[in-house]
């Protein structure tokens, strides 16, 4: 083709056949093409990478390796154990005491030592206790616990921890990884499906099995629940007022560009105007979820005033036309035509707001919701809301300071469970937007 | 129209809930991030053994814990300030300022502080107060002069220290660790250097040459780290010829990762602070609003709490962590005990 083109004298040129120029704008377009895959393809790595590193280091945290024993606790050692200042070391120690016994039972052989077990053993004084105190009546009778081992354990069996790097510290000897395998060979060592992390409270630094995101995912959710009932309505009323009703003048102008102008403020700003109008001057308390909300509603109010906006301009003006042609009044023609066909595009944006709201972290540093804080379940609507509580990336953000790795394992999975939130609402307003959404 | 009574129904929820927001049954304690583990530990033991709400427990830094421990007395400041140095007195004039004045004193027990670097990067294991001081400070001694410290390597003032690029990471000055840091090491260093006379030799003040021995060179070669030991691991990591400072529990947490160093020829481990011989350790304190106590329920429990025989002592979960248990503890519980406040003008 080319070669007969070239010798094609230039009187006789042909459509079909290129000459150097229309080539020229061809490869161009050709090239800018390629550009364009080669950008979705390097935003596609960093996904997949982002994505394999989360899960990779994620995943671990949702098993758990556990020690299945049956202990018989006395009503003598139920008395004798709740007498004391630190309960909890003395039902470790009944543990422990049961742990021989146990193991000649099953007729597995391994070199016993009191220390040794302690070691291997996570916190568990806490949940024998308060499961006894739950359970009056199990106390005399033999009960099945399965009991979390230590972060070094778990470490093991996970690839953190091996027989070549160990050091011995009063944390984990190497001679501990002896016992750890015949336990594990007998099965008296186990794993399961770690529900205690999607469901339990934050725990000390020195308890990385304990920790849980539970708590503080029920602390998000009341926060969103205020950013709903706030941002939502006191959003829309602005943006209707302002996009229908407003006079446009200089006023509205500098209402105008101070939205938008909040819609750039860092989020951190936002904190501590929570913390001196909040905390410091209507006496909120702190760490409480209703602050949390109330910060996080300031900081979404321009999300969503800028997108019901848009949402409102781009119903056409011949609805509303249609409406006052036929004597509505200008209320009746925003509230019965208007705003019901630009509702997908705010239940949208508010949607996209809260999932900004969910993720934020930097607000909530200044008004105490960072830190230990997450360690209870709110019981009851009020208490959710005034409570101390943390939030999921606060959360996140706390575990991943710690010294322990097995909290930074946590951190992961904490992760993991935040972008299965943020993509269920983000679904969802994809999904309200398929559903309602009019073309014209 | 649903939207008005939405709002309207809002806000009145709201207002409810703000008024119901009376007395506060939990305490809040804030403050320095050394110590934030050991209570962090306390307070989950305090919910699990007591009925207690569990505390809760913020990081911040001693000076940013101290500053709004100081901010007034009421509910809704805190009631405990967490700190690994002792009380200035700038925060007792603020505490002052603001009707904070019976203050508790409590001393829970040691910290070490370590220099750590990768554990197979270079061989950096054994450092004298001298050697930070020459590596480290603004203005070293060098051939008898004082003059800006040309050291690129720690090899260029000691032929025992391997031919690496100084690089060092340090707490910034907000942490109580930046203080015994600087007065532990470097102006140790900077009086066996010899540094300390030649300025004071030079017509410098005393003053002046305390300031100008603790002075570090930045520009890349000391970098402060604001957060926690995490970020400083995080650096280390990054840069297998940086050398961290670390608290010995936070080490001892990571022995897998870190090397440590010793100083002055002494491994630094609880039995070797314990006895003073490990040059580099502080005592970590906190210190309770005696005028919440009886306010605030569990308060005073608490603070009796962390530093019980059980807890706090020699074989008790904190120095199973990595806290260095105070031979003085007994005192300190009869000090709570009796509510002791600080003598303060």
């Not at chain 1, 208007?338 to 705010?346: D, F, H, N, Y």
């Not at chain 2, 110590?35 to 911040?60: H, M, Q, R």
């Not at chain 2, 590596?135 to 002069?145: F, K, P, Q, R, S």
């Not at chain 2, 300390?196 to 060179?217: K, L, Q, T, W």
Request: charged fraction near 20%.
């Amino acid at each position: 083709m080319t070669d007969l083109s070239s010798t094609e004298p230039k009187a006789h040129r042909s459509l079909k056949v290129a000459d150097a120029r229309t080539k020229k704008r061809n490869a161009a377009e050709k090239r800018f093409r390629a550009y364009g895959i080669v950008a979705i393809a390097i935003g596609g790595l960093f996904l997949l990478a982002l994505t394999y590193n989360i899960l990779k280091a994620g995943l671990p945290a949702f098993t758990q390796y556990v020690v299945e024993l049956e202990v018989t606790l006395t009503q003598d050692e139920f008395d004798a154990a709740e007498s004391q200042m630190l309960k909890t070391a003395a039902y470790t120690d009944i543990f422990i005491g049961n742990f021989e016994a146990n193991l000649a039972e099953r007729g597995v052989a391994v070199p016993y030592d009191a220390d040794a077990i302690e070691r291997l053993l996570g916190k568990v004084g806490g949940d024998i206790r308060s499961y006894y105190r739950e359970n009056l009546d199990d106390i005399g009778q033999p009960v099945t616990f399965q009991l979390q081992t230590s972060s070094r354990v778990e470490g093991y069996f996970k690839g953190r921890v091996n027989r070549d790097t160990i050091v011995d510290s009063r944390f984990l000897m190497g001679s501990d990884l002896d016992i750890v395998d015949a336990l594990r060979d007998s099965g008296v060592l186990t794993s399961r499906f770690n529900w205690d992390f999607i469901t339990g409270k934050d725990s000390g630094v020195d308890n990385p099995g304990g920790a849980g995101i539970g708590a503080s995912a029920i602390g998000s959710l009341f926060m969103m629940l205020v950013v709903l009932f706030l941002s939502l309505p006191i959003g829309v009323a602005a943006s209707i007022y302002l996009e229908e009703f407003a006079p446009k003048n200089r006023l509205t102008d500098l209402v105008e560009v101070n939205i938008s102008n909040l819609a750039a403020v860092p989020s951190i700003v936002f904190g501590i105007l929570g913390l001196s109008v909040f905390i410091q001057f209507a006496h909120l308390p702190q760490s409480a979820p209703l602050v949390g909300g109330l910060v996080l509603t300031l900081m979404t109010l321009p999300t969503i005033i800028i997108s019901t906006r848009a949402s409102l301009k781009s119903v056409p003006p011949s609805i509303r036309d249609a409406a006052l042609g036929i004597g509505a009044s200008k209320m009746q023609s925003v509230f019965h035509h208007v705003l019901p066909l630009a509702m997908p595009g705010i239940l949208t944006g508010t949607i996209i707001g809260l999932a900004q709201a969910l993720g934020e972290t930097a607000p909530l540093l200044l008004i105490g919701m960072v830190g230990f804080v997450a360690r209870e379940y709110p019981d009851g609507v009020v208490s959710g809301f005034m409570d101390p509580n943390s939030a999921m990336p606060a959360q996140i953000y706390t575990w991943a300071a710690r010294a322990d790795v097995g909290f930074y394992e946590k951190a992961w999975g904490g992760i993991i469970v935040l972008l299965i939130f943020l993509l269920l609402m983000n679904a969802l307003a994809i999904f309200l937007r398929k559903k309602f959404e009019r073309r014209w | 129209m649903s939207f008005l009574k939405l709002t309207a129904s809002t806000l009145a929820v709201a207002a409810v809930s703000a008024t119901s927001a009376a007395a506060r049954d939990n305490v809040q304690i804030a403050g320095s991030s050394t110590v934030l583990p050991y209570a962090s530990i306390v307070a989950e033991a305090f919910g699990d053994n007591f009925d207690f709400p569990t505390p809760v427990v913020e990081s911040g830094g001693s000076s940013a814990g101290l500053k709004r421990f100081c901010e007034g007395v009421g509910e809704n400041t805190i009631d405990i300030a967490n700190s690994s140095r002792p009380i200035r007195q700038s925060d007792i004039d603020l505490c002052l300022e603001n009707g904070v004045t019976d203050i508790i004193e409590v001393r829970i027990g040691y910290d070490g502080i370590v220099f750590a670097s990768q554990i197979d990067g270079p061989d950096y294991s054994a450092f004298e107060p001298a050697d930070i001081f020459n590596a480290l400070g603004a203005t070293v001694l060098v051939d008898g002069e004082v003059v800006a410290n040309p050291h690129t390597q720690w090899a260029d003032f000691n032929a025992d220290l391997p031919a690496e690029d100084i690089v060092a990471f340090i707490p910034g000055t907000k942490h109580g660790t930046r203080e015994v840091f600087e007065d532990k090491v470097l102006m140790v260093g900077c009086e066996t250097t010899g540094a300390f006379d030649a300025m004071i030799a030079s017509g410098m003040s005393e003053d002046d040459a305390e300031d100008a021995c603790i002075e570090v060179r930045g520009n890349g070669i000391t970098v402060d780290i604001d957060g926690d030991y995490t970020e400083t691991l995080a650096r280390i990591e990054a840069n297998p010829n940086g050398i961290g400072v670390f608290g010995l529990a936070f080490y001892e947490n990571n022995t897998d990762t870190l090397q440590v160093a010793t100083m002055s020829g002494v491994t630094p481990e609880t039995a070797t602070i314990a006895s003073g011989e490990y040059p580099v350790s502080r005592p970590l304190f906190f210190f309770i609003k005696q005028a919440h106590i009886g306010v605030i329920p569990g308060v005073k429990e608490f603070a009796q709490f962390f530093i019980a025989d059980e807890v706090a002592g020699p074989s008790g979960p904190l120095a199973q962590y990595g806290l260095v248990s105070d031979p003085e503890l007994a005192a300190t519980q009869a000090a709570v005990e009796a509510e002791e406040t600080l003598e303060i003008q």
